[in-house]
């Protein structure tokens, strides 16, 4: 029994310097050489922070332009992800920025894009996401290979033109509804504000629903609403991992 616990007091150490040294492989020297590699290919993006990447930079932009009064214009870049813009106005149309320690390179040369969505050899697969990720969202946005393939091949005759033409009159009575709730909204008065966004939003769940589910469209709304529930509670749940010393609501905020 001696001879074990000495054994494990020898161990324990060398245990604990591989896992100190896995840690630092992970958030520091992996991204610096990813960085470097990129750089000799004539690759330049936003330089990498420890452990956050560059987390904080987009946090810091996003309240920046959501501080600012809306122009209406079709330039939304600038308003839904103005870091990218930001560095697209420094660096060009190729660029990367980094997600924690994990780097995402953007492509915006349209010859480029052209290149590798007509590539077939796999080269280009969906971002991995982790596991407590896909306990939530492993669907079909998120497969690759040979498991998209098949679900793709079972969902496809669901988009056939002759079968969207047969949708017609629900999108029309989803439509119609949303419409007559707009005009009630709007009523003597003659105008309102409206966020259109979340409107938008509840015409897409009734349409899905409405086509998937027939006559029973309302049980489709409710899966919709305990789905939305359950995004924002994944959300809040991903921000109190990152972020462990805020509460789920402050760390809300703070993202």
């Known amino acids: 029994m001696d001879g ?24 520091w020297w992996k991204p610096k050489m990813i960085e470097r ?47 990218i813009q930001k560095t697209m106005l420094k660096l060009g149309k190729l660029f990367f920025v980094w997600f924690g320690p994990v780097p995402q390179l953007v492509v915006m040369e349209p010859e480029l894009i052209k ?14 996401v982790n596991s407590f ?11 690759d290979g040979e498991i998209w393939a098949k679900h793709r091949k079972i969902i496809n005759p669901s988009f056939h033109m002759e079968k969207l033409k047969r949708m017609l009159p629900a999108f029309s009575i989803c439509c119609d509804e949303m419409i007559e709730k707009w005009e009630k909204l709007v009523g003597l008065e003659g105008s309102c504000e409206l966020d259109v966004h979340n409107e938008f939003q509840i015409l897409t769940g009734d349409v899905i629903s409405r086509a998937a589910f027939g006559s029973n469209f309302e049980e489709g709304r409710r899966i919709f609403h305990l789905q939305k529930e359950q995004g924002d509670l994944f959300v809040k749940s991903f921000y109190m991992m990152v972020f462990p010393w805020l509460s789920g609501d402050k760390a809300w905020e703070e993202g």
């Open 4 to 27: 074990y616990a000495s054994f494990l007091l020898s161990v324990l150490p060398f245990t604990f310097l591989a896992l100190i040294l896995g840690v630092l492989y992970f958030i």
């Open 37 to 83: 590699y990129l750089n000799k290919q004539g690759i330049h993006g936003l330089p990498y922070r420890l452990l956050y990447g560059n987390l904080k930079e987009m946090s810091k932009v996003a309240k920046e332009a959501t501080s600012k009064p809306n122009k209406f214009s079709h330039g939304i870049i600038q308003r839904a992800d103005p870091l």
């Open 115 to 128: 290149e590798i969505l007509n590539n077939k050899s796999g080269d280009f697969g969906k971002m991995q």
């Open 133 to 143: 990720t896909k306990l939530f969202t492993n669907g079909l946005a998120n497969i």
